[in-house]
């Protein structure tokens, strides 16, 4: 029996709805809950028993999401938080704003002083210094006075609140100060002797550093050494560990006082350059500014730093804390001129919130800060609240200059070594997160047509530490490999 050509348009008709209803919804649904099985499984992994995984995904552009898994609960997200800080960063200060680092001469009663003015760069580095340096020798500065360092720019807090004291002691918690250099780490290299005390010592930036005690154990087994070294709250340098006879050794330790070690290194070149004389003294403005009245003020050098947008790339490519705690710091100053504020962090914190708050129109619940780069225990943000942050980011002028800042998959920075054994289809930009019950990945897929933002957590799993890389990160990365495959 023939059909008429009306009822075969009809069941054409039919079969195309139902293959479209299939391609657009079904299918996709199918594809999802695959996702959703996964998350299901890690909660019965060893180690990640009562965790929360959250995974938010849409694709860029689109009005909704199309992946939200415990999207809603307010998770730690370690170094994401330097999404927000960086984000905030470019909105407030723009692409374009520079750290300053100013150089006076102070004439008092026929004697010439130097006075150096931090500003909160956090890319100031030894090699600068001796730049600096030889340019004031061109311009035949002479000091016949003392050298003076000013960090007044920032006030209060060094550290994040409820950071643990232990982490003073690891590079990734040197604390933040309107002056500093190299990072606040001081680098020590040596080589090991058979007589106690007999130590040969190397440090930078500052060369022969003479706080150093020696309390090493000496063995007589071969390299790896286990060399450590711990700044007190004194300047006394403690090194300790494991050397085998004459063999080198290389360490480093936190300053304590980054303002004053970056001005005793600035010191050290201005003798080198026969600008200052060896007896002259490191002092902090602020306490000698009862002895620095009626002074002459003149400004002989001014040094400027990256633009903000590479300062931001640094600090998001590399996951520095301190960078993401020198901005906070520099919002607080920054916008709270007409006020009278300095920079503090508290005072930074107020305005990222308000910058959440007002222009990402994040809800209030969704999130809290302490600090700038994500290291307080106590922060926290939703996987919406983040994937918000990425909608606002690409209303902006300079958004590309945002997302060129994320690290890349397999490529230099904190993701070079991620998704290598996943095989991935598309290339990932995204900032990572690590704390000690908390693994973060946030960013996009970039697919030529269909790019996928996407933010994903694992909260409160019980892995070690030094096992988070393996197992955390894998998970994590073998999430997001679904999320390109099945979305």
């Known amino acids: 029996m023939k059909l008429s050509s009306t009822k075969s348009l009809v069941i054409l008709a039919t079969l195309a709805g139902v293959i479209g209803i299939s391609w657009y919804v079904i299918i996709p649904q199918i594809k999802i809950r695959s996702v959703g099985h996964l998350i299901e499984k890690i909660q019965n992994i060893p180690g ?29 997200p370690g170094s994401n938080y330097k999404l927000l800080t960086g984000a905030a960063s470019l909105h407030y200060l723009t692409p374009d704003f520079t750290f300053k680092t100013n150089f ?6 026929g004697k010439q002083h130097l006075l150096i003015e931090g500003r909160g760069d956090p890319t100031f580095h030894h090699e600068d210094i001796q730049a600096i340096a030889a340019t004031l020798r061109e311009k035949d500065i002479k000091i016949t006075g003392n050298l003076y360092y000013d960090e007044e720019y920032f006030n209060g807090e060094s550290y994040g609140p409820d950071w643990e004291s232990e982490w003073k002691d690891i590079h990734f918690g040197v604390p933040v100060a309107a002056l500093q250099m190299d990072d606040s780490i001081l680098y020590i290299r040596g080589k090991g002797s058979a007589v106690k005390n007999n130590l040969m010592i190397a440090t930078a930036a500052l060369e022969l550093y003479p706080l150093i005690k020696d309390i090493r154990t000496l063995v007589t087994t071969p390299p790896p050494h286990k060399i450590s070294a711990k700044m007190g709250e004194d300047g006394v340098v403690t090194i300790e560990g494991e050397t085998a006879g004459n063999n080198d050794f290389s360490t480093s330790t936190n300053m304590r006082n980054p303002g004053q070690m970056t001005a005793e290194v600035f010191r050290q070149e201005l003798i080198k350059n026969k600008i200052i004389s060896k007896k002259s003294k490191v002092l902090n403005f602020a306490r ?4 620095l009245k009626n002074i002459k003020r003149k400004l002989v050098h001014n040094h400027t730093s990256a633009p903000l947008q ?8 590399f996951s520095k804390n301190n960078y993401g705690e020198t ?23 107020e305005i990222l919130e308000k910058f959440l708050t007002n222009e990402v129109k994040i809800a209030p619940e969704d999130f809290k800060g302490l600090d700038g780069s994500g290291m307080s225990p106590s922060s926290r943000i939703t996987g919406r609240g983040i994937m918000q942050l990425f909608e606002y980011v690409n209303r902006q002028s300079w958004k590309d200059i945002y997302w060129e800042a994320l690290p890349g998959s397999n490529q230099e920075g904190t993701l070079r070594h991620r998704f290598l054994e996943t095989n991935i289809q598309h290339p990932i930009i995204a900032k990572t997160g690590t704390h000690e019950f908390a693994s973060s990945l946030s960013g996009k897929i970039t697919r030529e047509n269909d790019a996928i933002l996407f933010s994903v957590h694992v909260f409160q799993h019980q892995i070690p530490s030094e096992q988070v890389g393996i197992q955390v990160q894998h998970i994590i990365d073998k999430i997001v490999k679904l999320l390109d495959e099945r979305l």
């Open 104 to 109: 006076y001469t102070l004439t008092q009663n």
């Open 48 to 76: 990640f028993e009562g965790s929360v995984v959250v995974v938010d995904a849409k694709y860029e552009g689109a009005e909704k999401d199309a992946l939200q898994i415990n999207t809603g609960t307010p998770i730690h």
């Open 288 to 291: 000698e500014k009862e002895n």
């Open 310 to 317: 590479e300062i931001v790339k640094q600090m998001l490519t």
């Open 327 to 349: 901005l906070i710091r520099t919002l607080g100053e920054e916008k709270n001129k007409s006020s009278g504020k300095t920079g503090s962090q508290a005072k930074g914190v």
